[in-house]
């Protein structure tokens, strides 16, 4: 906020006798002018930094065990604020186990070891456009960040419970474990902790197999999957 000085503090006077309450008076102004510039933010406490420790749970995590290639499934991971303090960023990095899984920059793929290949990531989920989002939501809810295995969902406040969904299609056969761990925010200045003191995460196992899932056309023209209790009744 810019200020000036006024010519009662004598900046631009010269020099000679005053009036009594001329020292009043720029005693009075130095007191405006302090307070002026406190509210202009001159001694406002800074506000509150991302460096601590702060208490989630994961609420809900769900993947199918076992999947087809082709087939779409939806991973669910809900994480509730414990603690008395708003999560700066509550975040998810995601990654598939193993030397191929984390050395590939894909969060649901992994790495061909293979020297020479031109595009040595290879996908064994792709992730549907639009997506991660919050449950209930028809926005985007995981913003992308610098890596791509980690997802920002953005403050949590004390005691609220936020669950983000993953839309992924199998496109590479195996068995697979993916790893997910829940951050505080993207500086590492921030730890995020369960009330037993561990960093909070888990896994999912999934198998995929080379059985392609059923499908319908529709009277409305969408292609889509016949549930297996619906399959087995129509045998």
């Not at 196992?205 to 292609?223: C, F, L, M, W, Y």
Request: net charge positive.
């Amino acid at each position: 906020m810019p200020w000036y000085v006024p010519a009662a503090l004598g900046g631009n006077r010269r020099s000679g006798p005053r009036p009594r309450f001329g020292a009043a008076a720029a005693g009075a102004v130095i007191a405006a002018l302090a307070l002026s510039i406190a509210s202009c933010g001159g001694s406002a406490p800074n506000p509150p930094g991302a460096a601590g420790t702060y208490r989630v749970k994961v609420v809900k995590a769900k993947f199918p065990a076992k999947q087809r290639l082709g087939q779409t499934s939806l991973m669910r991971i809900g994480v509730r604020n414990t603690g008395q303090s708003q999560v700066p960023e509550l975040t998810v990095t995601v990654s598939i186990e193993g030397n191929e899984g984390q050395d590939s920059s894909l969060p649901f793929g992994i790495r061909d070891p293979e020297p020479g290949i031109a595009q040595p990531d290879r996908p064994v989920w792709v992730l549907a456009e639009h997506y991660p989002k919050l449950a209930g939501s028809s926005k985007p809810g995981g913003a992308e960040t610098a890596n791509e295995k980690t997802f920002d969902f953005g403050p949590l406040g004390p005691g609220d419970t936020t669950e983000a969904v993953w839309k992924l299609t199998a496109v590479k056969t195996g068995r697979y474990t993916l790893r997910y761990a829940v951050g505080a925010d993207l500086s590492g200045e921030a730890e995020a902790k369960t009330a037993g003191g561990v960093e909070p995460g888990g896994t999912f196992s999934a198998r995929i197999s080379e059985v392609p899932p059923n499908t319908v056309v529709t009277d409305s023209g969408a292609v889509v999957e016949i549930p297996p209790q619906r399959q087995r009744g129509n045998r």
